[in-house]
């Protein structure tokens, strides 16, 4: 690996990509094979593919504390364990942020939830990945909500193509009209109980409510280019989070990191934290980056004539609320005054659950990284209700097996009887709501408070609203509805009450695209107004944020953006 760490002998560079995590090696790839030199900074430290995924091939009884969450990883971790054992667990801890490091103040109850290292969340993402249509890209504008997206479902269509031949999509092809089908490989195969209730959804509801696997980035049936980069079909393990050395999964260290890293054109600095985007005062145009070494607390400048913040939704929102110039003096691109509003998330943690009768002579063969996906059907059609926009489910049916519970007297071979028997059958679906861009639901720059490294706190002030509340009970009473449709027992609703954003991790917002510097930060090429030689192409980028998970949009979006950019380079207008 071409890994510069005392970069202070070559500070300049073609391109500076921020943050190494989905969008980022995206951004780094797409530039590297275009010619350019680039330097990719990341906060955390250097994670190997492979070699760092320590825990990968471990057994749950192979880890000291049967990848349970202990009270020191509690004390560790206090927003990652809040919900047990999920996201965080003893075989993945080493992939997440601690909170100590990431300091930051909710006004309102707010999860942040970040990558340690290299690869960023892309090492620990759910990989489900949907293209939008221009039902979603429309949504704002047909509503009279916010402002309208700057871009249409042309715009973006073939680089969704270009980015899902690479990453490897397995799916099945519906002909869904507000949800395209993308370039797929084989889907993945429901189980039994599955496949009985999408025919009895079929039967009961038609195409108004179709069940289809889950769109997932694993690879069933590896490319040419994809065996070359050392990456191989899913292997059906279900461990995708301690990191998969199989490449099966797209990940920045299976994928695009060693893309870039075959042209010879990438520099790779972890230990950044990127404070600041430096501007010019003369050009007005960003001239290079601010970094703090996480190590030595140095401060650095590292030039470059074209630069791409992608640190995630919120990291680089923090940095552009802290590049000031006297052109921009709330911030870089913060004309509008919309640089850090429109806080975004899915709201979830809604569906319903039931016990699954007459099927006790049947069971499954591995253990499928993926489940099954119930598309959008609500404000679809002549379907109207008293909120906007919409909601899907994800989830999938199983067995019980030796971790189902057992009576506590119970040992020696009754013990060993009873855990090696199969439990029943039960099946689950959980729902995913769009929220909407509120221009109060915002994140800012503490006045007086600092992390380590010197940068000022993030403050969130968001929440969900009345709207989500509404779209909420229709999440917790169709998901039941569907269920006792299907005849099945037991069934079990819930809602959690007290949810607030950040839960789902899907942040989006707070930099958004638009038409009109006025009312926006970035244009239909995710330029930031008045200073184009800045790219911004994860989360933040957002302007609305569909039901659906986005990280497919954020990708297609970037290697649009890198073409744009290498062809502006080579007119010279950057």
């Not at 040419?224 to 260290?253: I, K, M, V, W």
């Not at 769009?434 to 940068?455: A, I, R, T, V």
């Not at 184009?532 to 302007?543: F, H, I, K, P, S």
């Not at 290498?566 to 207008?573: F, G, I, Q, T």
């Amino acid at each position: 690996m071409n890994l510069n760490i005392d970069a202070k002998d070559k500070i300049t560079y073609d391109a500076i990509v921020v943050g190494s995590g989905i969008s980022g090696g995206w951004a780094a790839k797409e530039l590297c094979e275009n010619g350019l030199k680039v330097l990719l900074l990341e906060r955390g430290r250097d994670i190997k593919h492979i070699e760092d995924y320590k825990n990968a091939l471990k057994a749950p009884w192979e880890l000291e504390h049967r990848n349970k969450v202990t009270k020191e990883l509690k004390e560790k971790f206090p927003v990652q364990s809040s919900e047990g054992n999920y996201p965080i667990n003893e075989a993945n801890q080493d992939f997440w942020l601690p909170e100590d490091v990431s300091p930051y103040i909710s006004k309102k109850p707010f999860d942040w939830y970040r990558g340690a290292g290299v690869g960023g969340k892309s090492l620990l993402w759910g990989r489900m990945v949907f293209r939008w249509s221009d039902f979603d890209f429309e949504a704002n504008a047909r509503e009279g909500i916010a402002i309208d997206w700057p871009i249409r479902y042309k715009d973006i269509e073939p680089w969704y193509a270009y980015v899902e031949k690479f990453i490897g999509v397995s799916g099945s092809y519906e002909k869904i009209p507000h949800m395209p089908d993308s370039v797929f490989q084989p889907a993945m195969q429901m189980n039994c109980v599955e496949e009985s209730f999408k025919e009895k959804m079929k039967a009961k509801y038609g195409r108004d409510r179709i069940i289809t696997m889950g769109r997932v980035a694993h690879i069933t049936q590896a490319t040419d280019e994809q065996t070359a980069l050392g990456r191989a079909s899913c292997q059906y393990r279900n461990a995708c989070s301690s990191g998969c050395p199989y490449g099966a999964y797209f990940s920045t260290q299976a994928a695009t990191l060693p893309a870039a890293m075959k042209t010879g054109n990438l520099t790779l600095r972890p230990y950044s934290v990127v404070s600041s985007v430096i501007i010019n005062e003369n050009t007005q145009k960003a001239e290079g980056v601010e970094v703090v070494d996480a190590e030595t607390k140095e401060e650095l400048k590292f030039y470059a004539k074209v630069i791409f913040l992608n640190a995630s939704t919120v990291a680089t929102t923090q940095i552009m609320l802290n590049s000031t110039s006297s052109k921009f003096t709330n911030g870089l691109g913060n004309e509008s005054g919309q640089l850090g509003r429109n806080l975004m998330d899915h709201h979830s943690r809604v569906g319903a659950s039931a016990d699954v009768e007459g099927f006790e002579d049947k069971y499954y063969f591995g253990r499928r990284a993926n489940g099954i996906f119930v598309p959008r059907f609500r404000n679809i059609g002549n379907d109207k209700r008293d909120y906007l926009r919409g909601f899907d489910f994800q989830g999938g049916a199983g067995r019980a097996g030796w971790s189902k519970h057992l009576p506590g007297d119970m040992f020696g071979a009754e013990l060993k009887e009873q855990a090696s028997s199969v439990g029943g059958w039960n099946i689950n679906i959980g729902s995913f709501g769009e929220c909407l861009p509120y221009e109060d639901n915002k994140m800012y720059l503490h006045e007086s408070e600092k992390d380590q490294f010197g940068l000022p706190k993030i403050v969130f002030d968001a929440e969900i609203k009345e709207n989500e509340q509404k779209m909420r009970v229709d999440m917790q009473n169709d998901a039941a509805e569907m269920l006792e449709a299907a005849g099945y027992k037991n069934v079990k609703s819930y809602k959690k009450e007290d949810f607030h954003l950040g839960l789902s991790k899907h942040e989006m917002g707070t930099a958004r695209m638009g038409r009109d510097p006025k009312t926006s930060v970035l244009n239909a090429n995710n330029q930031v107004w008045g200073c184009e030689n800045v790219y911004v192409t994860d989360g933040a980028c957002m302007t609305s944020s569909n039901c659906v998970n986005p990280s497919l949009t954020y990708m297609a979006l970037t290697a649009r953006a890198c073409e744009h950019a290498v062809s502006e380079l080579k007119r010279m207008n950057l």
